[in-house]
């Protein structure tokens, strides 16, 4: 039995690479929104540009999970083992919870990565001049009953996973969610007066 369990959103609506490449139809997920999601840039700078405060990590959890899977999406595969699972919460220098993440990392390796492991993974990488390549490959609407009470939010939420690259080889497999407190910045989640919770998810 693996020590904590992750927060994985209980799927709505999910799309792969090429609901990445392409884009979503704004009436699905407006375009500020999209560019936080589906951008290839780093998210704790942006949110520390929306809210102008600096990103802080809170750790939750750095767990040993050997050669498990671990419920991950299957991009896990390319992380070798034995992994480590790091679950963070990014938060506003004031304290506001603005996403989840957990990270899949070889555990033989993290501590070359995570010199200071209460950094944001992007600042600690961006110490050691770390050539990074963002790969998104998968995107999601969906619940979770524990990120609702920790964002102090409702749900549904939109999440993402992606594969950070180094010299040609998986680095970390990240699963970040975010919270909807963001629409104070980003605006709605849904363009054209689309109801949120009513609009379509018809896009593979």
Same mark, same amino acid.
């Given at each position: ?19 990445v ?16 999601l589906?951008?290839?840039? =780093? ?9 102008? &405060? ?9 767990s ?5 899977d671990?419920g991950?999406?299957?991009a896990? &595969?390319? #992380? ?7 679950? #963070?919460w990014?938060?506003?220098?004031s ?7 957990? =990270? ?13 492991r ?35 939010? =409702? ?9 950070f ?11 970040? #969610? ?17 109801? &949120? ?8």
């Amino acid at each position: 039995m693996l020590p904590t369990k992750w927060h994985a959103l209980d799927v709505i609506w999910q799309g792969g690479e090429t609901v990445v490449n392409k884009g979503l139809p704004h009436s699905q997920l407006a375009p500020p929104w999209q560019i936080l999601l589906l951008g290839d840039g =780093s998210p704790t700078r942006h949110l520390r540009l929306l809210t102008t &405060e600096p990103t802080e990590v809170d750790v939750i959890d750095m767990s040993a999970i050997g050669i498990d899977d671990d419920g991950a999406p299957k991009a896990i &595969e390319a #992380v070798p083992g034995p992994r480590l699972r790091r679950q #963070v919460w990014l938060r506003t220098a004031s304290g506001q919870r603005l996403a989840y993440a957990a =990270s899949w990392w070889d555990a033989n390796h993290v501590d070359e990565y995570l010199q200071n492991r209460s950094l944001p993974i992007w600042e600690s990488l961006s110490r050691l001049h770390t050539e990074l390549y963002r790969d998104i490959q998968g995107i999601y609407y969906g619940n979770s009953p524990a990120l609702e009470l920790a964002f102090g939010e =409702s749900g549904p939420f939109w999440g993402r996973h992606y594969l950070f690259w180094h010299d040609r080889k998986p680095l970390t497999l990240i699963y970040e #969610v975010f919270s909807p407190y963001l629409r104070k910045y980003l605006g709605a989640t849904t363009a054209n007066n689309v109801p &949120e919770r009513k609009c379509k998810f018809l896009y593979l």
